[in-house]
C-alpha cells in the first residue's frame, strides 16, 4: 500500500475522500440487501444513523435527543442546512404496510389508510415540537437547534414496481403538504447512488 502511495503520489485528502466514498458504496449495497430482507424498524434505525447522508444536503446533522416529550419520540431529529430543527421519520419497507389502496378512487390513486396513519403520526409530532419550542428544557436537549415551523421527512413504502400513474399520484400528493415530505426507500437508494455517480 505504501509502494502504490508513493508511486502514485496520492495525497492525504485524496485518500480520505476514496475511504469515504467506498465506504457509501459498501453502505448502498447494505441498503439493497436490507430491502430484501424482513428487518424490523430498530435495524432501518440503526442505518440510517450511521449513513443518515443519504438523506441528502437539507440536513447537516443528526441531533443526539430522539425525545419530543414524554409522549412523543422521533426516529430522528435533524438539524437542517438553515440551522433549525427537522424531523426524520422511518417505517420499515417490510410488514404488509402498504401505500396505495388497492381501488382507484375516481379513477385515481389515493393513499392506503396506513399511509394516513403514519402521515397523521408525523404531524403529530410536528404540532408537539411546535408546542415545546419555548421550553428552556426541550431546546437544551436539542443542543440550542433553533425551532422555527419545522419539517418532517417521512421515509415510507417501496416505489420499486409503480407505474406512471402512480409517479404522478405521488407528486401530487406530496405537493399538497407544506411542511411534510413522504420519499420512498427506492427514492432513498436513487438519491443514493446519484450522490456515488452510479445511478443509471
Not at 8 to 25: K, Q, S, T, W
Amino acid at each position: 500500500m505504501l509502494e502504490f502511495l508513493i508511486h502514485n503520489d496520492v495525497i492525504p485528502a485524496d485518500l480520505e475522500l476514496g475511504l469515504a466514498h467506498a465506504r457509501r458504496a459498501r453502505a448502498i449495497d447494505e441498503f439493497q440487501a436490507m430491502l430484501e430482507s424482513d428487518l424490523t424498524e430498530n435495524k432501518w434505525q440503526e442505518w440510517f444513523e450511521q449513513n443518515h447522508w443519504v438523506l441528502g444536503s437539507d440536513f447537516v446533522r443528526l441531533l443526539d435527543e430522539r425525545k419530543i416529550d414524554t409522549r412523543n419520540i422521533s426516529d430522528f431529529l435533524m438539524q437542517s442546512y438553515d440551522g433549525f430543527l427537522d424531523i426524520v421519520e422511518i417505517k420499515r419497507p417490510e410488514g404488509g404496510l402498504q401505500f396505495w389502496h388497492s381501488q382507484l378512487d375516481h379513477n385515481n390513486y389515493v393513499p392506503h389508510s396506513d399511509l394516513i396513519k403514519a402521515i397523521t403520526q408525523s404531524s403529530k409530532y410536528i404540532h408537539e415540537i411546535e408546542r415545546e419550542a419555548d421550553s428552556m428544557k426541550f431546546c437544551q436537549s436539542v443542543g440550542g437547534v433553533k425551532t422555527i415551523k419545522p419539517r418532517c421527512t417521512l421515509i415510507y413504502g417501496r416505489s420499486n414496481n409503480w407505474n406512471d400513474a402512480q409517479q404522478e399520484a405521488f407528486r401530487i400528493l406530496n405537493s399538497s403538504y407544506h411542511n411534510l415530505t413522504i420519499i420512498t426507500f427506492d427514492h432513498i437508494l436513487h438519491r443514493a447512488q446519484r450522490i456515488l455517480g452510479k445511478a443509471s
